[in-house]
Nanobody, 115 residues
Framework: QVQLVESGGGLVQPGGSLRLSCAAS????????MSWHRQAAGKERELVAI????????NYADSVKGRFTISRDNAKNTVYLQMSSLKPEDTAVYYC????????WGQGTQVTVSS
């Protein structure tokens, strides 16, 4: 059974950093297209970062380029999103997604950037 469990969200001041984790079970993250998405209150869910299967080519939304880094640890079967230089507009629920090609979502983790 496929399961994705996000963790690492919380409250952080502007300019701060957080690392989100997405622990996967039921499949290997290196065999799937893994991505992070976010949904702010009253807005549509948007793609933040993606890491391809295999060699793990990455890509980012323009709004987070240079500030966020997606990575994976195959031994831990976990995908990460390192977020730096956080801004209030980064406040959202962050979701992990696996495309195998069947689609699976985690439950989400809240990130709040506020002073």
């Amino acid at each position: 059974q496929v399961q994705l469990v996000e963790s690492g969200g919380g409250l952080v001041q502007p300019g701060g950093s957080l690392r989100l984790s997405c622990a996967a079970s039921g499949f290997t993250v290196s065999s799937a297209l893994m991505s992070w998405h976010r949904q702010a209150a009253g807005k549509e869910r948007e793609l933040v970062a993606i890491i391809a299967r295999g060699i793990g080519i990455t890509n980012y939304a323009d709004s987070v380029k240079g500030r966020f880094t997606i990575s994976r640890d195959n031994a831990k079967n976990t995908v990460y999103l390192q977020m730096s230089s956080l801004k209030p507009e980064d406040t959202a629920v962050y979701y992990c997604k696996a495309s195998k090609p069947d689609t699976y979502w985690g439950q989400g983790t809240q990130v709040t950037v506020s002073s």
